[in-house]
């Protein structure tokens, strides 16, 4: 009997779920897109139903396991919470609730500041919305590495994100305002964005910082969390060498306009989204 010939199949192209409240997700999408080429990328904004931050834990909970079990459905076998507010209120909800792996943004956030600052009892100042904010769940993630979280919430930026104000003066005056308060309540070392739409205002929040004499390091939870994503996929990334692998592709849902969306979307995506799919999920 002859040996068997082996299987010339290619692997399965593992399809990623990317999950936000709105467009501020897009940032984790847009960090994944080069590090597992071979995926495809399935993106829902619940734009209908956002802000997250300024509702409460059952609500944000209810929102969050509808939208994963869509992208569950849909046949992702990998999940990303691309929302700080989603994962810090609702991460085991969603875990209970589907039965892929699911990465929330949090942990892989505060790695990264560990990482910024190694030594023990440094200060991290962590910048997100009010319902991220008093869950406490970046100080505990903090904590538990040896690391001193002050949290700030800052309920304007995201408006003023998802109306596209990423460098407009009110935005500029808004930072201005919360960072100059929160600067008087501790001298960080790192800044963490602690929320997937701040990405879309690093230039602007550093440029504030520096302003008022900050020389903390920006930490971009986005970034850290698309390289965890990465590292649990067990991709890794052919830079250097010539790929035979198809190039990403994606598909985008949103509850609300997919006019607004496709326009918006693909100045976050920093590429074309021309085609968006509405969803309906309910109140
Ligand atoms: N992008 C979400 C986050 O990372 C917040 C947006 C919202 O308030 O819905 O927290």
Known sequence: ??????????????????????????????????????????????????????????????????????????????????????????????????????????????????????????????????????????RTACAALGLRATEVACPLLVPLVEEGWTDHPVTRDVLSI??????????????LLGCTHYPLIADAIEQTLRSLGSTAILIDSADATAAAATAALGHIPSRDTPTTEPPPTFECFATDSVEKFKRMGSFFLRRPIDHVHHLDLGG
């Not at 802000?51 to 929102?63: M, W």
């Not at 085991?92 to 790695?111: C, Q, W």
């Open 1 to 138: 009997m002859s040996a068997p010939t082996p299987s010339l199949a290619a692997p399965p192209r593992p399809i990623i779920g990317v999950f936000d409240s709105g467009f501020g997700g897009l940032t984790v999408l847009r960090a994944l897109l080069p590090r597992v080429p071979s995926a495809h990328y399935i993106y829902l904004g619940d734009t209908a139903r956002l802000p997250y931050g300024a509702k409460s834990q059952a609500t944000i909970a209810r929102y969050a396991v509808e939208s994963a079990r869509f992208l569950a459905d849909r046949g992702c076998n990998y999940l990303v919470i691309a929302c700080n507010t989603a994962t810090a209120l609702a991460l085991d909800d969603i875990r209970s609730a589907v039965t892929i792996p699911v990465l929330g943004v949090i942990e892989p956030g505060a790695l990264a500041a560990k990482r910024t600052i190694p030594e023990p009892g440094g200060d991290v100042l962590v910048l997100a919305t009010a319902a991220t904010v008093q869950s406490h769940a970046y």
């Open 178 to 191: 919360y960072l100059t308060e929160a600067l008087t309540r501790c001298a960080p070392q790192a800044v």
